[in-house]
C-alpha cells in the first residue's frame, strides 16, 4: 500500500472527543518504550510525525493520525512496567480502557512487545484483557534490529509456547524494526486486507 499522506489530527484524554468520522482506525498499544511511536512514523514514511523518545511514557494522550484521507493510525499511551500483574484498570488510564472498549471505529489493536524480552505478566494480561472485550488484535515484535535473525525465530517460538499455554492459536503476529525498515510493507498488506473487506 502506498501512503500518500499523513496528517496530525487531535490529541484527546476523552474517548468521547476522539474524531467524529466513521473511518477505519488501527490503535498501537504496549509497554512504554516498546516503539509505537516510531513504528507510525516507519509506516508512514515520516521521521517526526509521532513525537518518540528514549524515556518512557513520551506518549500521554490518544493520537489520531489521518492516512490517504481515508483511515487512522492511533498512537496511544503505554502500560508501565509492572513486573507483577496487577489488573488492567489500574494498569491503564481510565480514557484509554474507554477507548477500547467504546470505539466502535476501532478494526484492530496492534499489540507491540519488544523481541528481546519474553512475555510479561502485564502483556499476557492485557491481550487476556482484548480477548474478553472481544476487541481483535494482532501482535508486532518491536526493534528486531536488535537481534540476529536465528534469535528471532527462537524468540519467537518462546513467546508461541508461553501464549499457546493460554490462547488456542498464536494471534497473528509481524516481526518489525522501526530503525531497519523492517515489516512495513507486511503491516501495511494487513491493514489494506483489512481496510478492504
Ligand atoms: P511511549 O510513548 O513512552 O509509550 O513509548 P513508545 O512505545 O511510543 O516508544 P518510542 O517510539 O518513543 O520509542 C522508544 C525508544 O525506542 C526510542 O529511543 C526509539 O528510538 C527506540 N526504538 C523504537 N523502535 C525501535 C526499533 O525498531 N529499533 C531500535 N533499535 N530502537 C527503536
Ligand atoms: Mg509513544
Known amino acids: 500500500m502506498h501512503i500518500k499522506s499523513a496528517e496530525f489530527i487531535t490529541s484527546n ?27 507510525i512514523n516507519m509506516l508512514t514514511s515520516r521521521k517526526s510525525l ?18 490517504n484521507h481515508d483511515w487512522f493510525l492511533v498512537d496511544l499511551p503505554g502500560y508501565g512496567y509492572a513486573k507483577v500483574s496487577k489488573s488492567i484498570k489500574k494498569v491503564f488510564q481510565k480514557f484509554i480502557t474507554q477507548y477500547l472498549e467504546q470505539r466502535e471505529q476501532l478494526v484492530t489493536a496492534f499489540v507491540l512487545v ?14 487476556q484483557y482484548l480477548g474478553e472485550k472481544g476487541i481483535p488484535f ?3 515484535f518491536t526493534k528486531a ?13 518462546d513467546y508461541k ?3 499457546l499455554e493460554t490462547w488456542e492459536e ?9 530503525s531497519k525498515d523492517i515489516g512495513k510493507e ?11 473487506s
Open 13 to 39: 484524554s476523552d474517548a468521547a472527543k476522539c474524531p467524529k468520522d466513521r473511518l477505519p482506525e488501527y490503535a498501537f498499544i504496549g509497554r512504554s518504550n516498546v516503539g509505537k511511536s516510531s513504528l
Open 50 to 67: 509521532a513525537k518518540t523518545s528514549g524515556r518512557p511514557g513520551k506518549t500521554q494522550l490518544i493520537n489520531h493520525f489521518l492516512i
Open 114 to 127: 519488544d523481541i528481546r524480552h519474553k512475555p510479561q505478566p502485564v502483556d499476557q494480561d492485557f491481550m
Open 138 to 140: 494482532s501482535i508486532i
Open 145 to 157: 534490529d536488535k537481534l540476529k535473525p536465528k534469535a528471532i525465530d527462537n524468540h519467537v517460538e
Open 161 to 163: 509456547n508461553i501464549l
Open 170 to 178: 498464536m494471534p497473528n503476529y509481524f516481526i518489525t524494526s522501526s
Open 186 to 196: 507486511e503491516v501495511l498488506q494487513y491493514i489494506d486486507s483489512l481496510n478492504q
